[in-house]
């Protein structure tokens, strides 16, 4: 069964921490890995999109990472600020079809605290 | 930003209405969907369009129906509103032209059936 898993389910830190999320998936076949910022109440924003080839890719604080042979993912965010509250979204898509089907993860709930 | 745009944000209505959700995009995407999320779960496809005419179910049965008369607007409407209905419903497009090519959302209706 395509699945994508994300850990942990919520995470509170201080601001200027950094953390990291995480991301498991068994979704086959694999064409790109995603991850999403959902603001409460807004709908998701994309912050990177990486394919089987890609490792890493960088978008300002946000360092997302793919190791496509254990199939597990990492978004870190670095010297994290207030407005990083928010819900972050693995979405992994499979190319098995014309749709490119998209699986979507819980979300990990990140709270930073002042 | 993304050019998308849902009306209304919020609705509250009672058991039995008829509602509609509207949706428009303006940057000329062929394919668009609605997907249907509840707190802390991950998102589900209800109906996709690749295009004029073009409607499709998604993964979880909805019943909730579509349409796509023109490619800026994908509208879904509930014939008869239910308490089992009571979801976040967003609407996203993207062209798909290229693999990491990124879905667009819009900003989401939060509707509450009493």
């Known amino acids: 069964k395509n699945q994508v898993e994300q850990s942990p389910q919520s995470l509170i830190i201080l601001e200027g921490k950094n953390c990291t999320l995480q991301c498991n998936y068994t979704v086959s076949p694999f064409s790109n890995l995603r991850w999403y910022k959902q603001d409460t109440g807004r709908g998701p924003v994309s912050l990177t999109i990486m394919t089987f080839s890609e490792n890493t890719k960088s978008n300002g604080r946000y360092t997302a990472t793919l190791d496509a042979d254990t199939k597990q993912s990492s978004l870190h965010i670095t010297a994290s600020q207030l407005s990083d509250s928010a819900s972050y979204i693995c979405?992994?898509?499979?190319?098995?079809?014309?749709?490119?089907?998209?699986?979507f993860g819980r979300g990990t709930q990140l709270t930073v605290w002042p | 930003e993304a050019d998308i745009y849902q009306t209304p944000r919020y609705l509250v209505i009672g058991t039995g209405k008829k509602i509609t959700l509207e949706c428009s995009q303006t940057?000329?995407?062929?394919?668009m969907y609605w997907y249907q999320q509840d707190p802390g779960m991950e998102l589900h496809l209800i109906h996709y369009s690749y295009g004029v005419n073009s409607t499709e179910k998604g993964d979880l049965s909805s019943e909730s129906t579509v349409s796509r008369i023109r490619t800026e607007h994908f509208p879904l409407t509930l014939e008869s509103a239910r308490p089992s209905h009571t979801s976040q419903y967003l609407c996203?497009?993207?062209?798909?032209?290229?693999?990491?090519?990124?879905?667009?959302f819009g900003p989401g209706t939060r509707l509450l059936v009493l």
């Open positions: 940057m000329g995407h062929d394919k």
């Open positions: 979405v992994v898509s499979d190319r098995g079809s014309t749709l490119g089907r998209l699986y």
């Open positions: 996203a497009s993207n062209q798909d032209r290229a693999v990491q090519e990124t879905q667009y």
